[in-house]
C-alpha cells in the first residue's frame, strides 16, 4: 500500500508541475529562466587552503579546498592533479545515505570536476615543482548540507570560489614561498530540466523529481562553453537546446560579475 500511495503522490505532483508549465508558471512563483537568490561566502573553514559556502535558495553546499605534495601522473608529468570528491550529508535530505559515495555522488563530482578541469580554470603547470616528480595535489571535497535542488550549480560555483581564494602551502611543505591558487578562468555552470517541453532553469526538488531531462552546460568568460552533461531518457530539441546555451552564456556572465569578480 504504501509503495501505491508514493505512486500516486508523485503522479499527482508531476500532473501539478506539468499543468503549471503549460500555463508558464512555476511552483514557486518562478519565470523559466529565473534563478534562486544566491550568497556567497568564502574563507569559511580556517584549516583548509580555500573554501566557500553557497547558498542557493534554501540549498546549501560548503566546498573545501586541500593541498598537498604528490606524484604526477605519467601522461601529465609537469602538471599538478585535481581530485574533486562530493559528499551528500544525511542532514540534507531524507534520501542521502549515509556511507560510502553513491553513484549519484560520483556523477556529480565529475560534472563539477570536468568544468574545473575542461575550462582550464587552474594553471596546472604553475603546480608543478619537479616534472616527473612532485607536483602539488589539489582536493576540491564538496559537502552538501541542504538539498533543495540544482546540487550541482551551487558545488561547482562553490569549487572555483573556494579555488580563488586558496593558497599554495608551499611555506609549510618546504617547497618555498606561499602562493595564491594560478586561476586563469572562472568557469559558471547552469543546469536545465526539461517538464512538459519547456526548460527550467534551477530546478526545486520537485521540479528535478518528475523531469525527464536535465543538461548541464558550463560557460567560460569568454561566452565559450567548456563542458556538457545530459541525464535522462528525454531529448532535446535543437532549437531550444541552442537557447540553453545562449541562456547559461548569459546568466552565469552575471553571476561572474557579481560573485566571482568581487572575490
Not at 563539477?112 to 595535489?137: F, P, Q, Y
Amino acid at each position: 500500500m504504501r509503495n501505491m500511495s508514493n505512486e500516486a503522490v508523485s503522479r499527482l505532483k508531476k500532473d501539478y508541475i506539468f499543468n503549471l508549465a503549460l500555463k508558464g508558471e512555476r511552483e514557486d512563483g518562478r519565470a523559466f529562466d529565473e534563478i534562486r537568490d544566491i550568497r556567497l561566502e568564502t574563507n569559511v573553514i580556517d584549516k583548509a587552503e580555500g573554501s566557500a559556502m553557497v547558498y542557493m535558495g534554501d540549498t546549501q553546499v560548503l566546498v573545501g579546498v586541500k593541498l598537498q605534495v604528490g606524484t604526477p601522473f605519467p601522461d601529465s608529468a609537469d602538471q599538478g592533479v585535481i581530485i574533486t570528491s562530493m559528499e551528500l550529508n544525511p542532514i540534507a535530505s531524507p534520501d542521502f545515505e549515509a556511507g560510502p559515495p553513491r553513484p549519484k555522488a560520483i556523477e556529480m563530482a565529475r560534472v563539477v570536476d570536468r568544468g574545473i578541469r575542461e575550462s582550464g580554470a587552474i594553471d596546472l603547470n604553475k603546480l608543478c615543482i619537479t616534472e616527473g616528480e612532485e607536483v602539488w595535489m589539489v582536493f576540491i571535497d564538496v559537502h552538501v548540507l541542504n538539498d533543495s535542488g540544482n546540487l550541482l550549480d551551487a558545488a561547482s560555483l562553490g569549487a572555483i570560489s573556494a579555488l580563488m581564494t586558496a593558497t599554495v602551502p608551499a611555506e609549510r611543505e618546504g617547497r618555498g614561498e606561499d602562493m595564491k591558487m594560478p586561476i586563469r578562468e572562472m568557469p559558471v555552470s547552469l543546469t536545465f530540466v526539461k517538464v512538459g517541453g519547456e526548460y527550467f532553469i534551477d530546478a526545486s526538488n520537485n521540479e528535478e523529481s518528475v523531469c525527464d531531462t536535465k543538461v548541464t552546460i558550463v560557460s567560460n568568460q569568454d561566452g565559450s562553453i567548456c563542458a556538457m552533461q545530459k541525464s535522462g531518457a528525454g531529448s532535446l530539441s535543437e532549437e531550444k537546446f541552442l537557447k540553453a546555451v545562449e541562456k547559461s552564456c548569459e546568466i552565469g556572465a552575471k553571476i561572474r560579475e557579481e560573485f566571482l569578480l568581487n572575490i
